[in-house]
Structure formats: C-alpha cells, structure tokens
C-alpha cells in the first residue's frame, strides 16, 4: 500500500511541477494578448474537452495521467505569414515573446523560492549539496558526525585485500592505535613497513581484527577515504525576514549547482558515455518520493518539490535546443542579426535538441534501473 501512495505521490508531485511551469506560459502569453488554442492537463490523446472560455481556450483532459501543455497559437508554425497573424506568438514584440518563453522557467522558481519560505520559516533540515555544505553545517552543529576512514577500494594483488579486509569497512585502529583520518592511517602503517600491521575494523555492526603484511615501501594495496559517519541533523529555521533572504540564496545556489551538473552530465554522456550517479531520472526521483513519503511526510515530500521545481527551472534556462533557454537563444539571434532565424531550420534544430533530451532521459533512466537493482 505504500509504494501505491508513493506512486500517487510521485504522480502528483510531478504534475504539479509542470502544470504549474505550463501556467507560466499560459499566464504570460494572455497577458500579451496571444492566443491561447489549449491548456491541457495530462497528456495526449484527449480524453474529453472540458470546456472553453470566452477568449477561445480549450480546457482538456488527456489520458496520460502525467503533467499537462500548453498549446498557443501559431507557436511552432513554420510559416511566416503566421507573425502576421493577430493573437499568434510570432506576431508579438521581442520583450513579449521573452517573457512568454521564460515564463515557465520563472513560475518554477518562483514555487520553489515560496516552499523554501516556508520550510525555513517553519523549520527544515539544511540543503547540502557539497562537501563545503557539511562542514559549513558541521561546524555550526548543526549536523553531529564522528569522523572515520572508509575502505573504498583495492590495489592489484592487494596484501590488505588477501588478508581479508573489504571494501566498505570502517578503519577503528591500527596497531590498537586510534584512527581518525587518512592521514592518521597512512603514518601507522608506513611505521610499520616490511613488517605486519593489526588492524581494527567495524563491519556488520561488529568488530574484526586482522594482521595484514606491510610492504618494505610502506603499503597494503587499499585505497581509503575520510568518510564521517552521521549521527545526526538538526533542522534550520529562520525568522520571516531571514527566511526571504535565504530562500532567494538558496534558489540561486541550487540552480548554478544544478546547471553545472547537468552541463557536466550531456559532456560525460557524449565523450565518456557514462552518466554520474550524482543525477536521477523519472525512476530515481520516483525512488527518492517513496523515501520522502515514508520518512518524512508531507514536509519531506514539500522540500524534494521544492529541489525538482528549481532543477527544472534551471535546466529549461540552459542555451539548449527544445529547452526554453533554447527557445530564448533564438530572441538573442534574432537582436544581434536584427532578422528572425528561418523556421523551418528552426523547427530542425530544436527536434535535434528534443532527441538528445530523450537519449539523455533514456540513458539516466538505465541507469536509475541498474542503480536500483544492485542496490
């Protein structure tokens, strides 16, 4: 029954997140007396108009039970006696059709910045995103952790790994001396180079001494990190006025973070083709809604829509085909060469970019699967 709410959940949550990023355009495009031919709620096909206003808008609902769309007049029109046309998007002014194409985008920060107001102002654990987040955090107390060094790996023909060490056990000693970081670790065991080290680790819950040979130059083959352990976070809060101001940092914050990433993500995808674990697909995120609904409740299950809303802000505002940064890019040719791009070409380019987007989500979602099924 819980994994039926969480999908309920997930559902919603990602239904929310684009209709409300669909009203930006829709909400701007009336408000620049463009026509609008549709606002649907889920996707194709229809399942029945529900009805239309007095401006000519069809209220739909479609069968595909997920997010909605927003469909303008003579937005993706090929011709360009369509910018003749009064109520079309082609026929509006530059400022008109940038904040028509932005409006989206600025409709979901504006309902993560309103969700993180009140998450700080009611109280929340922190948004770490980077290792200087946990010790900024860290030293502030806010979060309790006990440092500790992680085995991670083995060398080829590894002494540590013959004598029985594995990867993911925590380092408590050496030579029954405590350790407490890499470095720590490192000076025990170059002291007792050519000779055999006792070492003291935590695995499954219990401890386990094992003797393992030291080489004449001072190794036994284990890569090692410094990996606190958290004991535990304490939530942030803030006064209204505080919390305004650190909502807006934070916004701004999670989206250059968000941007670099996803940047990093098509690059690794396109060189290397690999995809860092560091991003989740519609089946990660689907993942990360059953744990906030079983945790946290409604509070945890606001905070993820409040990181999903920013993140689809920011990677609709990249310079790429089919995104509305994509879109927004053709404004910027359009005011350096005073004359619009060819719309047929443009039509190809942004399907170019709708198919990279998609090998990107099929490739994030293998790895999801892959992720989910070894744990």
């Given amino acids: 029954m819980s994994y039926l709410i969480s999908i309920l959940v997930f559902l919603l949550l990602f239904s929310i997140l684009i209709l409300v990023h669909e009203f930006g355009h829709f909400f701007a495009a009336r408000k620049c007396g463009v026509k609008i031919d549709e606002f649907g709620m889920g996707l194709p096909p229809r399942a029945k108009g529900l009805w239309t206003d007095k401006k000519g808008t069809l209220y739909s609902l479609n069968w595909i039970p997920f997010g909605g769309f927003v469909r303008m007049f003579g937005e993706d029109s090929s011709e360009k006696e369509m910018w003749k046309q009064k109520g079309s998007f082609g026929s509006k002014s530059i400022p008109a059709r940038t904040i028509i194409i932005l409006g989206g985008v600025l409709m979901n920060f504006l309902l993560g910045y309103v969700i993180l107001v009140l998450l700080f102002t009611v109280g929340t654990k922190p948004f770490i995103a980077t290792q200087e987040d946990f010790q900024y955090y860290r030293d502030q107390g806010v979060i309790i952790a006990e440092d500790q060094v992680l085995i991670t790996d083995f060398a080829e023909d590894s ?18 001396l405590p350790v407490r970081s890499n ?21 499954d819950g ?35 006025p505080q919390a305004l101001v650190q909502a807006g940092y934070e916004v701004g ?3 250059i973070l968000t941007m670099k990433l996803f940047v990093q993500v098509l690059v690794d995808l396109f060189t290397s083709f690999q995809v860092s674990d560091q991003i989740s697909g519609p089946v990660g995120i689907a993942q990360l809604t059953h744990m906030a609904t079983q945790s946290g409740g409604i509070w945890e299950v606001l905070k993820l829509m409040a990181l999903l809303s920013i993140s689809l802000g920011a990677i609709n505002v990249l310079p790429i085909p089919a995104l509305d940064g994509g879109r927004f890019l053709s404004i910027v040719f359009e005011i350096i060469t005073r004359k619009r791009p060819n719309p047929t070409w443009e039509a190809r380019i942004h399907a170019i970019g709708f198919l990279i987007i998609i090998i990107l989500i099929l490739a ?12």
């Fill in 159 to 176: 002494q540590a790994d013959e004598a029985g060490l594995v990867v993911n056990d925590v380092i408590l000693s050496a030579d029954q």
């Fill in 206 to 240: 219990g401890q386990l001494n094992l003797s393992v040979p030291v080489s004449t130059e001072g190794h036994i083959g284990v890569v090692i990190s410094d990996a606190p352990r958290v004991d535990e976070i304490h939530e942030v809060s803030y006064s209204f």
């Fill in 183 to 203: 470095d720590e670790f490192v000076a025990v065991v170059q002291d007792h180079a050519g000779k055999s080290v006792l070492v003291t680790v935590l695995r």
């Fill in 253 to 255: 914050r999670l989206s």
């Fill in 364 to 375: 994030v979602t293998y790895n999801d699967i892959l992720r989910l099924i070894t744990g």
